[in-house]
């Protein structure tokens, strides 16, 4: 087994839920500490609090990984008798770093929302609101006959030419490609200031925003001409499109009284609030941990007949039983369901890779409401 550091250990998290798939306003990444040192023990939590930084501390973790951001503010002091000022001192003095992945672990595949969706067995899911999409190109480039072959594996080689399950896809077709090389030209095919016609093919690949540049450099070393002819055509279409919340159905349509106690089982709530008759029937779900009071429209326009969601106000609930969206409300906490799922997930690919290093789900209880 590998010994790793916390750069390790992030970049693992990071293939999964890239910092990208963020809302711009969300503070996600390091926010307190370094990730140079080894690390072999990670405390994965919901929030970060003191009581929460003693318990990575009692249990050996250098590195906490929590979906609430510690810091939603930039601090301009640090005032170590104060709650935030204390978690910064202790972790400083106990060399504990702190890293939060928020609305990029809601996004995620496989993240805050599929996990909540799973609890709530629903099936035929999708994203509720589209957040991310990253830009698409098409490379066409021009290449001798007897070069083709070694510049498409190149371009694939590169990551180039992926389309969903398939990898390198691409297109071609033959042609004359026709130039003159001048007195300052050291040309692969023909002489300097004769015209020249040679059999070339045009070669199509899609290329993603983000090994573009990865692509053009794997092109022009692959290339055996000293100015090979391109072009990079931005598409409307994008690739790794991602979305806030998730849509289902229930296997099998329920009351939302029997929906609703299935919530509060599944997710381990003491208590859930609803809006709507609950012997109303329910089957098309929408789901989005935390607070999604904003997306009540996002929910009944994808056809939910009940919307999961925490943080639920008055008068968004007066809206969703205006327009007939039911909705099931079991609080923000309802989100620790990440400590389990992101826990088993890392420690997976932390076998999968041989690092040496263990991921630790949280016992600290962290909601703030008491239930009466």
């Given amino acids: 087994m590998k010994r790793v550091n916390g750069h390790e250990v992030i970049e693992q998290f990071e293939a999964w839920a890239p910092k990208r798939y963020a809302e711009d306003w969300d503070p996600v990444g390091l926010h307190i500490g370094e990730l140079g040192r080894p690390v072999d023990r990670v405390l994965v ?7 929460v930084v003693d318990e990575a501390i009692e249990r050996g973790a250098q590195l906490i990984i929590a979906h609430h951001p510690l810091f939603f503010r930039p601090l301009k002091r640090i005032w170590t008798d104060t709650p935030e000022g204390r978690i910064i001192a202790k972790c400083i003095e106990h060399r504990i770093s702190v890293y939060a992945a928020h609305t990029n672990l809601d996004v995620a595949p496989g993240g805050v929302n599929d996990l909540l969706a799973d609890r709530l067995q629903l099936v ?7 957040s991310y999409g990253e830009a698409l190109y098409k490379l066409v480039v021009f290449a001798p006959v007897e070069a083709a072959e070694t510049v498409r594996e190149a371009l694939a080689k590169a990551g180039a030419g992926t389309i969903g399950a398939y990898e390198a896809c691409s297109y071609e077709m033959t042609g004359t490609g026709r130039f003159t090389p001048t007195e300052e030209a050291n040309p692969h095919i023909g002489s300097r200031g004769t015209p020249e016609a040679v059999e070339e093919v045009r070669i199509e690949v899609l290329v993603p925003e983000l090994k573009k540049a990865r692509v053009l450099k794997a092109l022009l070393r692959a290339h055996p001409y000293e100015e090979p002819a391109f072009d990079v055509i931005l598409l409307d279409q994008q690739t790794d499109e991602q979305g806030l919340g998730r849509i289902g159905r229930l296997e099998e349509p329920m009351t939302l009284r029997q929906f609703a106690q299935r919530t509060k089982e599944q997710l381990d709530v003491p208590a ?6 609950p012997e109303e029937v329910v089957q098309r779900v929408a789901v989005l941990g935390g607070s999604g009071s904003k997306y009540v429209h996002a929910a009944k326009r994808a056809g939910a007949d009940v919307y999961v969601t925490g943080d639920m106000d008055f008068h968004t609930a007066q809206a969703c039983e205006a327009m007939g969206l039911a909705v099931v ?6 989100e620790k369901v990440m400590i389990e799922g992101v826990a088993a997930r890392m420690n997976e690919d932390a076998r999968t890779n041989g690092y040496d290093v263990t991921f630790l ?6 909601e703030t409401f008491t239930f009466i």
């Fill in 272 to 277: 859930v609030r609803i809006v709507g008759s």
């Fill in 361 to 366: 789900e949280s016992t600290t209880h962290t």
């Fill in 329 to 334: 409300d079991p609080g923000h906490h309802a």
């Fill in 124 to 130: 035929d899911r999708k994203p509720l609101q589209s």
């Fill in 45 to 51: 939590s919901l929030d970060v609090d003191e009581r």
